[in-house]
């Protein structure tokens, strides 16, 4: 290859490394207006959207986290199907929203004995009461002893899995047919050994 070759092929990298650099240039901007783009968010559950309006709406009966939850008071889903038009919600996602609220481990810690029950307003209507308490107990538990039993029936499968994955695979050796050569069954048919074996 001549000097005047080795010069031709060197403006043309050149030229390829420049167009290649404004070719990424435009590219991050190109990136920028594809990030603007809201990224499809995943579906919301519509009891979590019930129970967002229900805390806007009685922040004192229904507190945000970190706060506690309160006890509320008994039937205080019938205050809120009063008032389910100006909340806009169906007595079903009301029902299904005060059921998921009183459901966790959260709820039930509050539980305590003779604890002030609130009504929508925060105001006391009513206690818990023993019964109440011990029952909350009683699903706390239940629940902290399911969670552990199914950490224990993982961890065993995982175990099983690990041990399975250690050992090697076991080789299956198929198993050996002996055919008879053709002499001996007719050996066999004749009643005289077969000496053929034995002559030198």
């Known amino acids: 290859m001549g000097f005047e070759q080795l010069a031709a092929l060197k403006r043309e990298l050149v030229a390829q490394a420049e167009q290649e650099k404004r070719n990424t240039r435009k590219t991050p901007q190109n990136a920028r207006k594809t990030a603007r783009k809201p990224a ?15 805390q806007k ?34 007595n079903a996602e009301i029902k299904e929203a005060v059921k998921t609220w009183c459901q966790g ?7 305590t004995e003779n604890a002030p029950r609130l009504n929508l307003n925060g105001e006391p209507a009513g206690e818990v009461t023993a019964a109440d308490a011990q029952h909350a107990k009683q699903l706390a538990n239940r629940r ?13 499968k995982s175990v099983a899995t690990e041990a399975a994955a250690a050992q090697p695979p076991a080789t299956v050796q198929s198993p ?12 066999e048919a004749s009643g005289t050994p077969d000496h053929s074996a034995n002559t030198p």
């Open 40 to 54: 499809q968010e995943s579906p919301v559950d519509p009891v979590v959207i019930t129970i967002s309006r229900l």
């Open 57 to 90: 709406q009685f922040p004192l009966a229904f507190p945000k986290k970190p706060a506690p939850k309160l006890p509320l008071k008994l039937g205080i889903h019938k205050d809120l199907y009063e008032q389910a038009e100006a909340l806009k919600l169906t």
């Open 105 to 111: 481990s959260r709820y039930w810690a509050c539980m």
């Open 144 to 156: 902290r002893s399911n969670a552990m039993r199914s950490r224990k029936q993982e961890a065993g």
């Open 176 to 187: 050996v047919q002996v055919t008879p050569s053709a002499e001996a069954p007719a050996a």
